[in-house]
């Protein structure tokens, strides 16, 4: 008795910092997670920057720490985890407690992490093209969100392979997320359609505030990508959120190519569940929570797959999707308990899946079509493309499966050549300046020792060897 005592009573230790302080152990927290979003100028009204607000909103914090809605992640962490998951784990929220119930203490401010900046950062170096949609005022109301979209010519003479893609968003405050897809009716100028939800064809990026470059993964013999056709059209799909009207936004998408002679694996976007799209319309009756479901398969060569968009509207509650092997093993996809149409996200698996070849997938969602706030006067909805029908589908990146592909991690595989390294630093700070040895600046060259000048007074010497 005296035994199992003693070791509840050493269990707090283990792991968890003793009487935690803000330098040391809530900013990393605070900075890492959360100021993507909660910086001045980001999504969110909230600033989280300083001391002195974070500890004016501490109560506010630990409630949606502790609850799990900050930071918004949606998917379900018990069933599948992915790249880039940025979800604070059961050491950092009690730590986030306990420095609250010890009275919030400042800690050595010398010991504070350096302030991550945001904006208009050139984290993968100079793009090889970069599009931009023209300047657009918001059309949202107090009530209703804007969705449009762009379709931007890209001018390309011929086919180009994306290494890799970033969203420069023109208006952190309004922009709620971009879909990027290659839009299958190129033209030759501008197209603006307006209540368009997206994506216009062939997906290949997903922004939403907070989303880092997308890096495709390469290894020493696998280079991955997607192929940018000649004379293609980009299209942007747009979400400004409900109060932005009149505000103004011209988001830039840049994109970093291969050198022409490098042969990639291409990955594939395609809609493998749509349900109501593809086949018989869906209906949601009013006044119930009707369930749909959907299978894809089975599948007719192993493949590997990279991501999943899983899409519903405002009625949306609840999905999941799996693939069921022949063997009858199931592999998790994904389960969202809580969809909210607010927080969308393609979610990169962190190893490329494997799913064998007499596999199928299935998926089923919930749409609550019952009186609520939102919902005050439920009529009958069905499946389309509008606002106000609804939507059923999982979008996924993949490729024909080969030997090996189940250990490249996404998120790390990427192992670039002309890209310099360490995105993941070079995100909290902000590239001032790249000089040569002589001081001139320059842009990126490869074959060159070059110095990589930051606003946190770091210096860099970087050769990039091509
Ligand atoms: C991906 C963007 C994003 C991230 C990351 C994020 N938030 Fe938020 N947060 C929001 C948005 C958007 C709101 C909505 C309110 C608003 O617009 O001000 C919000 C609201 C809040 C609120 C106010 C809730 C209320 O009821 O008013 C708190 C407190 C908060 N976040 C704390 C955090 C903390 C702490 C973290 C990190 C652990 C975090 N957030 C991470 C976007 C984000």
Redesign the pocket.
């Known amino acids: 008795m005296k035994k199992l005592l003693l070791i509840l009573l050493c269990l707090p230790m283990i792991g968890f910092a003793q009487n935690p302080n803000y330098s040391e152990d809530i900013a990393p927290?605070?900075y890492g997670?959360?100021l993507?979003?909660?910086h001045s100028g980001g999504?969110?009204?909230?600033n989280?920057e300083s001391y002195a607000n974070t500890v004016t909103?501490a109560g506010?914090?630990q409630h949606?720490?502790s609850t799990g809605e900050?930071?918004?992640w949606p998917p379900d962490t018990l069933f599948q985890n992915y790249a880039y998951e940025?979800v604070?784990s059961m050491n950092e929220i009690s730590t986030v407690m306990d420095w609250i119930t010890n009275g919030v203490p400042l800690g050595d401010t010398s010991l504070l992490p350096p302030m991550p900046t945001f904006g208009n950062l050139l984290q993968l170096g100079v793009p090889d093209l970069e599009l931009q949609m023209p300047t657009y005022a918001s059309t949202a109301t107090s009530n209703s969100d804007d969705y449009v979209c762009f379709s931007i010519p890209t001018g390309l003479l011929q086919n180009r392979r994306i290494k890799a893609i970033e969203v420069i968003p023109g208006n952190l405050q309004t922009v709620h997320h971009v879909l990027v897809s290659i839009d299958p009716f190129p033209n030759t100028s501008i197209v603006t359609t307006a209540n368009c939800m997206g994506p216009q064809g062939d997906m290949i990026y997903t922004y939403?505030?907070?989303a880092l470059p997308l890096t495709y993964p390469e290894t020493t013999n696998n280079s991955f990508g997607v192929e940018l056709p000649a004379n293609s059209s980009v299209s942007f799909a747009m979400h400004y959120p409900e109060g932005s009207l009149g505000q103004l936004d011209s988001t830039k998408v840049r994109f970093y190519f291969y050198p022409q002679s490098t042969v990639i694996r291409g990955i594939s976007n395609e809609f493998l569940i749509n349900e109501g799209l593809f086949g018989a319309p869906f209906y949601l009756p009013p006044n119930q929570i009707t369930e749909i479901t959907g299978s894809f398969g089975p599948t007719t060569q192993d493949y590997s797959f990279m991501s999943v968009f899983p899409h519903m509207h405002l009625l949306g509650k609840d999905m999941e999707c799996i693939a069921v092997t022949p063997t009858n093993d199931t592999i998790n996809l994904i389960r969202i308990n809580n969809w909210d149409f607010e927080w969308q996200g393609d979610y990169y698996f962190e190893k490329f899946l494997k799913i064998p070849a007499g596999s199928i997938i299935y998926a089923k969602g919930n749409y609550d079509n019952t009186v609520s706030a939102t919902n005050p006067n439920p009529v009958n909805v069905q499946s389309g493309l509008n606002t106000e029908d609804e939507m059923f589908i999982f979008i996924f990146q993949f490729l024909p499966y080969q030997l090996g592909d189940e250990n490249i991690s996404i998120e790390n595989g990427s192992i670039s050549t002309n890209i310099h390294e360490g995105t993941a630093i070079s995100s909290l700070r902000k590239l001032l300046k790249i000089t040569t040895i002589l001081g001139q600046s320059t842009k990126p060259k490869s074959n060159t020792p070059l110095f990589y000048i930051y606003d946190d007074g770091t210096v860099e010497k970087i050769i990039i060897i091509k």
């Open positions: 927290i605070i997670r959360c993507q979003c909660h999504i969110s009204n909230l989280l909103n506010m914090i949606v720490t900050m930071p918004p940025n604070l939403a505030p907070g």
